[in-house]
């Protein structure tokens, strides 16, 4: 009998001790989360392509699809036309000028001419004096014409500049009908599919970089000088077989205002505390999964 009550008390001090141990076997605890990433679409159209499927991987920069873009190619083909007709309208420089380059050719042929008559006294200096005065002339009437030409070429040429912006517009356009995936990370929710009408803003797909998780934590206002940013925890989850998986996690995150403690703990008195939210960033990988509960250890 004294034997069986040694046995009882060595037993519930040996689960006291341990019972103890549990309480403090953790300063904190939290679940993961990722850093998600709701990928939408940047155009309006018919998805005619993609290639993603939930839980796949997909690098940044990665093609997975593109949005019917022939309205937007054949706007972009209009204005290509009505560039190409405005400037059809520019004067032939080259053409209107020759007529007033002749002429002042010629006279310069007859000033030579007459200015031997003169030194052979075979003609009078008034008739010099009369084809340098028509030189003159002709070559005011050159400057003049191709001033003339010059600005209606630059008018022409100006009205060319809003289609041309318009077509960078379309361009643009055209390649945000490409759907490139913009993050590392693990597609979580997949939101459409081939053939269906999409629109800009609308969502695609949730992706997140499942590389590294975050352990969002909660600590009391006790314990909030013991922590800073930066400082290296011990991470532990529980590993399928009674024990723990330890892994090192840095903490990342302090919110400065106090909450009342989140719905998911058991009691309501604990949820009538008010704690400090915090963030530890843990290497992933592939043991921790988003939504596992997780315990900090300073």
């Not at 960078?168 to 945000?176: A, F, G, R, S, T």
């Not at 999409?198 to 998780?213: E, R, V």
């Amino acid at each position: 009998m004294k034997n069986i009550k040694f046995i009882i008390a060595v037993s519930l001090i040996i689960l006291f001790a341990s019972c103890k141990n549990n309480k403090n076997n953790f300063d904190a605890s939290g679940s993961f989360e990722a850093e998600e990433t709701i990928i939408s679409s940047e155009a309006f159209g018919t998805i005619k392509q993609l290639d993603l499927e939930e839980g796949q991987t997909l690098k940044a920069g990665q093609f997975i699809g593109y949005i019917d873009s022939t309205q937007l190619y054949l706007k972009k083909k209009q204005l290509e036309a009505q560039i190409k007709a405005v400037l059809g309208k520019k004067p032939n420089v080259a053409v209107q000028m020759a007529s007033l380059q002749e002429q002042l050719k010629t006279a310069e042929k007859e000033k030579l001419r007459i200015l031997n008559l003169v030194k052979a006294e075979a003609a009078t200096t008034k008739q010099l004096d009369d084809i340098n005065s028509n030189i003159e002339l002709i070559k005011k009437q050159i400057e003049a014409q191709k001033s003339t030409l010059e600005i209606s070429t630059s008018t022409i040429t100006d009205e060319t500049i809003p289609l041309k912006i318009q077509i960078e517009q379309l361009n643009d356009q055209i390649q945000k009908c490409k759907i490139i995936n913009s993050v590392n990370g693990t597609v979580l929710t997949k939101y459409a599919e081939v053939n269906e009408m999409t629109a800009q803003g609308k969502p695609l797909y949730k992706i997140a970089d499942l590389s590294s998780l975050i352990l969002r934590a909660y600590i009391s206002g006790n314990q909030l000088p013991l922590i800073k940013i930066n400082q290296k925890v011990k991470v532990n989850t529980d590993d399928g077989k009674g024990g723990y998986i330890e892994q090192d996690g840095i903490i990342t995150w302090i919110n400065d205002k106090a909450e009342f403690t989140p719905k998911t703990i058991q009691t309501k008195d604990e949820r009538a505390n008010m704690v400090y939210a915090i963030k530890v960033k843990v290497k992933n990988d592939g043991a921790y999964k988003i939504g596992m509960y997780g315990e900090i250890k300073f």
